[in-house]
């Protein structure tokens, strides 16, 4: 079970960049606040897709490939997605093309009491730039009127890489000083 919306965000993230996408796109937006508004967020890789067929099983919570984990026999990421958007007031829509990619999108009433907490966005940023896979992972990401963008190819050039522990904590400090700048704009 996942806590945090932003632990949904990271799962399917982690399927777009595992499934041998050469680009990854993260949109994350939050509108409104004081228990009013919205969290969205889509996923769009380039990679494998899905055949009509293969995306009802990848919904089946109790239906796994075998590939990914080859010791379980049930998925529930994307199970866990529409389970939470759905309780919480909001919805969900997956689209998938085999050879040419998948678009998972999901959105949550902020007003409804059985939406999860948002979570460490930051963390959830910096943990989803650090995935191995597709050259690009491209976030943008909106909330009060302003909005930012990352770039994984642009942060690993201007921090050195993204292995080293020094990186790693500049990476860290930028992410949440994106956040703050974020936080203190007031919604009416």
Not at 28 to 46: K, P
Not at 56 to 61: E, G, L, N, Q, S
Not at 62 to 91: C, M
Not at 98 to 125: E, L
């Amino acid at each position: 079970m996942h806590f945090t919306l932003a632990d949904l965000v990271t799962d399917i993230t982690q399927n777009g960049a595992e499934s041998g996408a050469a680009l990854v796109e993260l949109e994350v937006s939050e509108t409104g606040n004081s228990g009013r508004g919205e969290f969205r967020f889509t996923v769009r890789d380039n990679g494998k897709g899905m055949s009509a067929d293969e995306l009802k099983r990848a919904v089946d919570p109790f239906v796994s490939d075998g590939v990914k984990h080859p010791h379980r026999r049930v998925g529930l990421g994307l199970p866990f997605l529409i389970q939470t958007a759905e309780q919480s007031g909001g919805g969900w829509d997956i689209k998938s093309e085999k050879g040419k990619g998948t678009t998972v999108s999901a959105w949550f009433d902020a007003g409804n009491v059985d939406m999860p907490p948002v979570g460490d966005v930051s963390g959830m940023f910096r943990s989803i730039l650090m995935f191995q896979g597709p050259g690009e992972i491209h976030i943008t990401r909106s909330r009060g009127g302003r909005s930012y963008e990352l770039r994984k190819t642009e942060i690993s050039e201007a921090l050195g890489g993204l292995e080293a522990a020094g990186s790693l904590v500049l990476l860290d400090k930028y992410l949440r000083s994106l956040e703050e700048d974020t936080s203190q704009i007031r919604q009416p």
